[in-house]
């Protein structure tokens, strides 16, 4: 059945992204949201290997963003509806994380944050928007700490899913307050809806723990 409802959320996502027309708003809106309503229908069904915690507050989560996906229109009200979607994904990750984050990813994601900070940021501070300035900032140091906290959960899913989450705002973004992006909304959406799957998938993911005696596994 999980396999059913993947298939689904390929299926609308595409015609979603290649077919429905910007106009009328409404219904773009409604085709929009009917992917993330099976990828929530998807995490419900994925068996909770992590925590049960684990799975409400992705869900949660998930929810959240289908919501920021029908106000993102209202640009500033979907940055704080998103902005919230994350918060939960960090608690998520937090409640699973095991690891250290590697120096190497550390200093990757430091300089990706000081970059897009200096190039998105910037842009708009010497506009004299400070009050988007500090939003954009916000927003960087929370997407940060998504990357950082799925790193340190050491599962595959939910890092590629928080990768390609973070590529899909960062396209978003770059396209409006730098340069116009061909195909953006292609590039946006599909990593998005593929960021959304995998951290969703990652509710299923199993957490390797040691006991006491480090020889013995426990999963």
């Known amino acids: 059945m999980r396999n059913i409802v993947l298939t689904a959320i390929i299926i609308m996502g595409a015609i979603y992204i290649f077919f429905i027309p910007p106009e009328p708003v409404g219904f773009k809106i409604f085709m929009k949201l009917i992917p993330m309503a099976l990828i929530i229908m998807f995490a419900a069904m994925t068996p909770p290997l992590v925590s049960t915690k684990y799975k409400r507050i992705v869900i949660a989560?998930?929810?959240?963003?289908?919501?920021?996906?029908?106000?993102?229109?209202?640009?500033?009200?979907?940055?704080?509806?998103?902005?919230?979607?994350?918060?939960?994904?960090?608690?998520?990750f937090k409640s699973a994380g095991r690891k250290r984050v590697p120096l190497w990813a550390a200093i990757l994601l430091v300089?990706?944050?000081?970059?897009?900070?200096?190039?998105?940021?910037?842009?708009?501070?010497?506009?004299?928007?400070?009050?988007?300035?500090?939003?954009?900032?916000?927003?960087?140091?929370?997407?940060?700490?998504?990357?950082?906290?799925?790193?340190?959960?050491?599962?595959?899913?939910?890092?590629?899913?928080a990768l390609l989450f973070m590529f899909s705002d960062s396209v978003l973004a770059i396209d409006r307050f730098i340069v116009d992006i061909p195909y953006r909304d292609a590039f946006v959406m599909v990593t998005y809806y593929a960021a959304q799957i995998f951290i969703a998938a990652s509710i299923g993911s199993r957490i390797v723990k040691y006991s006491v005696n480090r020889n013995n596994l426990i999963r």
């Open 61 to 92: 989560g998930l929810f959240v963003c289908m919501i920021a996906d029908g106000v993102i229109y209202w640009f500033m009200a979907g940055l704080v509806t998103f902005f919230i979607g994350h918060l939960f994904y960090i608690v998520a």
């Open 111 to 161: 300089l990706y944050g000081a970059a897009m900070a200096i190039w998105i940021a910037g842009s708009q501070f010497a506009k004299g928007e400070f009050i988007l300035t500090v939003a954009i900032i916000a927003y960087i140091s929370v997407i940060l700490t998504m990357g950082w906290m799925a790193i340190r959960t050491g599962m595959v899913l939910a890092i590629t899913g």
